[in-house]
């Protein structure tokens, strides 16, 4: 049964989903972050899906429970498009498109078939128990990639701040996300999960809605400002 | 086993990302100058600021009437200035020389507040200008 509170963390999530996605139209940026734009729809589409479930079957129902953590699954999958689109951008110059696309797909493929082995042994529930261990896996293979991608930013010296605020933004989403999940696998009754999680979601949106509203897209910044002490 | 070390490397991954990501906010906020007025009001020299004004910044910001997109930079600055705080309490004995870095940073926070306190008062003098024209 759901309360107030969840209802109203829910809306927030929603509509800070919808707000960034708007956001990204109102700012001409559709073009060069069609992804992200992609995420925030798929996002808002699953958000208002999980609704009516709850709505029609309930919050401890079955259908209720396979369809979150399957959706679940297909949003980090989104978001780790996202990640790679990232990736095609930082190193766009370089020319090496291609090479990323192919290093997602066998990434994405690895994952999910490790995330099989580790669930195949068990036998009960193993369908939402491959989505939960699809999701974990993902979110910390993209926590990885995102800290390669920093990495690679800080090397190359990238100075636009835009790109710089969406991927420590992203960052920031998938650690606290990829934490969440595995302190969930090691506490899984704790009643703090149910508003943790909920609130969380709202961080993305509202960070990139904040980047694309405040930063311009022409913005530029030294990368060293932001490792090195300041002065 | 493997989750707590998910959990670890998560938590330190997620900290280091959130610096960066606060430093990048005070990185921005150092690029706009500040009004005369404003350098007076919070006591501040041409371009460096004293890390324990924040909270009275802070509570000057929250005086004057909302801008709503600024809120957001406030509270992100805020948390990392509070955690500046913890961090300072936890390091102090293990590593002094810290201590000038980490007063650095929350020098930098206050600095963001004064932007914003800046942008506040520049926004209410507007309102009053168009009040009065009414």
């Known amino acids: ?231 | 086993m493997i989750p707590a070390l998910i959990c670890v490397v998560s938590f330190l991954t997620m900290l280091q990302f959130f610096v960066s990501y606060s430093r990048s906010m005070i990185a921005e906020s150092r690029c706009v100058q500040l009004s005369a007025e404003a350098r007076e009001i919070c006591g501040f020299t041409f371009s460096t600021a004293a890390g324990n004004q924040f909270r009275r910044l802070v509570k000057l910001i929250s005086l004057c009437p909302q801008r709503r997109e600024d809120n957001r930079q406030v509270r992100i600055v805020a948390a990392y200035f509070y955690f500046l705080g913890l961090v300072r309490v936890l390091l102090n004995w293990a590593m002094p020389s810290a201590s000038s870095w980490i007063e650095s940073e929350r020098s930098g926070c206050a600095y963001l507040a004064a932007v914003v306190l800046d942008r506040r008062i520049a926004y209410t003098r507007m309102m009053m200008a168009q009040q009065s024209s009414h």
């Open chain 1, 1 to 231: 049964m759901l309360g107030p509170v969840d209802y109203a963390i829910w809306f927030a999530a929603l509509f800070a989903d919808v707000w960034c996605a708007f956001c990204i139209v109102k700012r001409k940026a559709l073009s060069q972050n069609f992804t992200i734009f992609l995420f925030f729809a798929a996002a808002s589409t699953i958000g208002v899906a999980r609704y009516l479930l709850v709505e029609t079957a309930g919050f401890d129902s079955n259908s209720y429970f396979y369809f979150y953590y399957y959706s679940d699954a297909v949003l980090t999958i989104c978001l780790f498009i996202v990640l790679m689109s990232l990736y095609a951008e930082v190193f766009s110059e370089l020319g090496v498109r291609k090479l990323v696309r192919a290093g997602a797909l066998l990434l994405l493929g690895g994952t999910a078939l490790i995330s099989y082995y580790m669930v195949a042994s068990s036998s009960e529930r193993l369908v939402t128990k491959f989505a939960f261990q699809l999701s974990q896996n993902l979110y910390f293979v993209g926590v990885v990639l995102t800290y390669v991608l920093w990495g690679a930013m800080m090397k190359l010296r990238e100075n636009r701040t835009r790109l710089m605020q969406l991927v420590l933004a992203l960052g920031v989403y998938l650690s606290a996300f990829a934490g969440s999940y595995a302190l969930r696998t090691m506490y899984p009754s704790s009643p703090v999960w149910r508003y943790l999680i909920a609130l969380m979601d709202l961080w993305l949106p509202v960070a990139w809605a904040y980047t694309f509203n405040k930063v311009p897209a022409d913005a530029r910044m030294a990368t060293a400002r932001v490792v090195a002490p300041s002065r």
